[in-house]
């Protein structure tokens, strides 16, 4: 029988990621970019973090000289401005050189996790350990400290307060996206700008500053997914290729949850839930089962193409001009 | 008269997109409480003049003033703050978005964005100036001249008091186009400065007051609409003298050629698009199609062509010698394996006719490229074709081995029907033929119909323009909702009849 007390903390785990990566990539789609970068974005966005604690960790020599606040802000700017470089990148080569985003958006995720496993096995290197992975166990324990009433409080406790601050975090950021898009200024014309630039070009909205503007702040969301994972889910070990296919499977999230972020906060614990779900009921000794129960998040995705597809509301299909670059004087 | 002082003075204008010249030291100026129509063929630069009005492109060379103060007009946000606003010929609205959302889209109104006092203000315009719109109503739930009024509202809730058309009536009814001229007056009376871009001439001699001439990007002159007259506008217009007349030779041996009878069609969604159409179509004659765009025209002819599923009826093709053949179920291909030569030029010319990418030569090879011996192509003749066509068509392009993509309207239309007549059709069958094209390449296309119909092809010719239907078709059918509402004869029909019968099955004041 299912432990809900233990299954359902594991799911929201494993989720986060998957959430910060999903609202990243809602907000640069909506834009209009579609940024097949994300995986690696989260990637580049995990092993700056990495490096930035490392070299902290290193310089005051252990974790009796560490600053709670510089522990957590050093690893964040260090994996924000990461995320931020690639997704400069991303909207350089796109929106200013008019790229092709599908190409573009492939080759920064072959990319990101190549500088995320050359990073890592530097680093890996210098500490000269047996084991292929550096552990960072002070900082992620700053990163995991739990609120005070989390092991008083029982099931509830469990369930709600276990986690660290970037969990909440991510929900709250969440929120804050679906607010923004739906509601001010602000998301109306981001929306237009994917939708359609030229309409929204006519109406004297600047497309190049929302669109650099989306992606950017979207890689940054993600990129915090990538620290989560290392410092939070992980514990702080960072090994390489340990990330596996979640960046995939938060573009997969997007589309799940009709581009709305706020789905994206069941959605992603929903996904987290799948992903684990084979640790969970008993597979027996057949590998194979078990390979079955990790394909639940795609198929389940696959299921909500084909519901959105059939229904053709206009409101739940993809930004209408998704992946296409403007031009302005184009003929 | 008094000495005028014009709200917008252009000077000397030029604006040229790689080795075109779209527009070369062009003066122009708008008078505010006046309304200006700007006339010109194809590519003569209308759209691009205004465009740099509006904002959208920025001229390579010449000044801007906006009563009496030189400008730079740099985004279309900086032509809104000289109040112009530009209503495009393919409207800038987001479908996904309400009547509201649109209006309100790019504007930074002071707090926070308050949807229901943006409608509030809307219904204001609406009223003073009797429009019909519901601001919670989604675009793409609209029809086009809702869409239309939407952008005109757009256009008045930012305060602009110079307002831009680009070829407005294209998609609207006669009616529809009644009602915009009558809110386009009252504007006038408004004080506001109107100008209108359009190429139908008696559009120009209706509503305007000064009519200006392009002609290949450069500015003709102007002209007091009252003080001139169709067939002078026309001929500075295209730079020569024109016939304005429409040649209808008198069929010669007409004989049934193509028999629709209990013709249904229903969409994908199961929606009924033709109901049990019936007529038919003779050799030697122009059959046209009459009605409101949406009507079930494409689904006819696309049904004629092996293109559309159909669910019952039956579409007949009868030779010379009066044997029938059944059309309906066939796909293209097996439809000339019967050996019938079935040509068709549809309605979106570079998504169905043409592929954009392609040069002349590739584009004719569509379809012949079954041709050749081997498991080669013939190369030789499409690209003999190609020249043919455009010798003989007189289509402006640098070469055969431009992408059609980059010719203008005109040319590509020229390219498509010269491909489709090449193959000696015995039915003809076109949608829009004319749409969006100037009255110069409009002409040459009723020409190259007339020769095939003395040829002997039955021409099905899908149109929008009443005009010109009741001078070039010999019998007429006119569809409403699907329905065949009434089949005229070309040479005694009134307009009014055609678009009554277009808005009513059979024509009557009530359902």
């Known amino acids: 029988m299912l432990d809900l007390s233990l299954f359902i903390p594991r799911a929201v785990m494993q989720g986060m990621p998957l959430l910060y ?147 909440y975090l991510g929900i709250i950021i969440s929120l804050i996206a679906a607010h923004v898009l739906s509601r001010t200024r602000t998301g109306l014309h981001l929306r237009a700008v994917g939708e359609n630039p030229g309409t929204a070009d006519a109406a004297g909205i600047n497309t190049t500053k929302y669109k650099y503007l989306s992606t950017c702040i979207g890689c940054m969301i993600a990129g915090i997914g990538g620290l989560y994972y290392v410092m939070d889910y992980m514990n702080g070990v960072w090994s390489n290729d340990a990330f596996g296919d979640r960046g995939w499977l938060a573009i997969a999230l997007v589309i799940f949850t009709i581009w709305k972020p706020d789905i994206g906060i069941l959605a992603s614990i929903l996904f987290g839930g799948l992903y684990i779900l084979y640790l969970f009921v008993p597979t027996g000794t057949n590998l194979a089962v078990k390979e079955l129960y990790k394909m639940l998040p795609y198929v389940v995705t696959i299921v909500v193409l084909i519901i959105t597809s059939m229904r053709n509301k206009r409101e739940n299909q993809p930004p209408a001009s998704l992946g296409l670059s403007y031009f302005r004087e184009e003929r | 008269m008094p000495e005028r002082v014009p709200a917008v003075q252009m000077r000397g204008i030029t604006k040229i997109f790689g080795s075109v010249r779209a527009n070369y030291r062009v003066n122009l100026d708008i008078y505010k409480g006046e309304i200006l129509a700007i006339l010109g063929e194809n590519g003569s630069g209308k759209t691009t003049l205004m465009n740099m009005l509006s904002g959208i492109y920025f001229p390579d060379e010449g000044k801007i003033f906006i009563d009496g103060k030189e400008v730079t007009i ?42 229901v006092k943006a409608a509030g203000k809307i219904r204001d315009i609406c009223k003073a100036y009797g ?22 509202v757009k256009v008045l809730y930012r305060g602009a008091d110079i307002l831009i058309l680009d070829e407005p009536t294209a998609v609207l009814t006669p009616q529809e186009t009644d009602k915009l001229f009558a809110v386009l007056r009252t504007m006038r009376e408004d004080g506001k400065a109107i100008v209108i871009i359009t190429h139908k001439m008696h559009e120009v001699e209706d509503l305007s007051d000064r009519v200006a001439i392009l002609r290949r990007g450069e500015y003709v002159g102007d002209l007091m609409t009252k003080d001139t007259n169709a067939q002078e506008m026309t001929d500075m217009m295209v730079g020569r003298a024109v016939s304005l007349n429409i040649d209808r030779p ?262």
């Open chain 1, 21 to 167: 990566g999903s609202t990243g990539e809602t907000i640069s789609q909506k834009a209009g970019n579609l940024n097949l970068g994300i995986p690696g974005v989260m990637y580049v966005g995990a092993i700056s973090g990495v490096i930035g604690a490392f070299l902290y960790e290193r310089s005051v020599g252990g974790a009796v000289g560490m600053n709670p606040a510089l522990t957590i802000l050093i690893p964040m700017a260090s994996c924000l401005f990461g995320a931020l470089v690639m997704g400069l990148l991303y909207c350089f080569l796109t929106v200013t050189l008019r790229a092709n985003q599908n190409v573009t958006g492939l080759a920064m995720t072959t990319f990101g996790i190549g500088f995320g496993n050359f990073f890592g096995g530097s680093l890996i290197k210098l500490t000269g350990a047996d084991v292929p992975s550096i552990t960072l166990s002070a900082t992620s324990n700053t990163f995991r400290t739990q609120l005070p009433f989390a092991n008083t409080t029982g099931v509830i406790g469990k369930v709600l307060f276990s986690y660290g601050f970037l969990a």
């Open chain 2, 74 to 115: 740099s985004s279309p946000r900086e032509a809104f703050d000289y109040g112009i606003g530009m209503i495009h010929q393919h409207f800038k609205l987001v479908d996904v978005m309400t009547a509201t959302e649109n209006i309100v889209l790019g504007l930074h109104e002071e707090g926070k964005l308050d949807l």
């Open chain 2, 250 to 511: 008198d069929p010669v041996d007409p004989k049934p050629r193509i028999e629709v009878s209990g013709l249904t069609v229903r969409d994908q969604d199961g929606i009924l698009k033709l109901d049990n159409v019936g007529f038919t179509a003779s050799s030697g004659e122009i059959l046209g199609i009459a009605g409101i765009s949406g009507s079930g025209q494409k689904e006819l002819l696309e049904a004629i062509a092996g293109l559309q599923p159909t669910e019952s009826g039956s579409v007949m093709f009868i030779d010379d010698d009066g044997n029938k053949k059944e059309l309906l179920g066939k796909d293209p291909l097996e439809i000339a394996a019967l050996g019938v030569t079935l040509s068709f030029v549809p309605e979106d010319r570079l998504g169905m006719g043409l592929v954009g990418n392609m040069d002349l030569s590739g584009n004719m090879m569509l379809r012949s490229y079954r041709r050749g011996k081997s498991a080669f192509t013939d190369r030789l003749f499409p690209k003999n074709l190609a020249k043919q066509v455009v010798e003989e068509l007189e289509v402006l392009t640098p070469g055969i081995e431009t992408p059609v993509r980059r010719l203008s309207g005109g040319n590509v239309q020229k390219v498509l029907v010269g491909r489709e007549i090449a193959s000696a059709p015995s039915v003809l069958l076109t949608a829009y033929a004319v749409r969006g094209l100037d009255i110069n390449s409009s002409y040459t296309i009723y020409d190259l119909l007339n020769q095939q119909k003395k040829r002997g092809v039955a021409v099905v010719y899908v149109g929008e323009d009443l005009d010109v239907l009741l001078e070039l078709c010999d019998k007429i059918v006119v569809l409403c909702g699907g329905k065949v509402s009434g089949i005229l004869d070309g040479r005694t029909a009134d307009k009014n009849e055609v678009g009554l019968l277009m808005t009513r099955v059979g024509g009557g004041e009530k359902e």
């Open chain 2, 131 to 152: 429009f019909e719109v519901d601001p919670d109503k989604k675009i793409y739930e609209m029809s086009v001249s809702e869409k239309q009024t939407v952008e005109i």
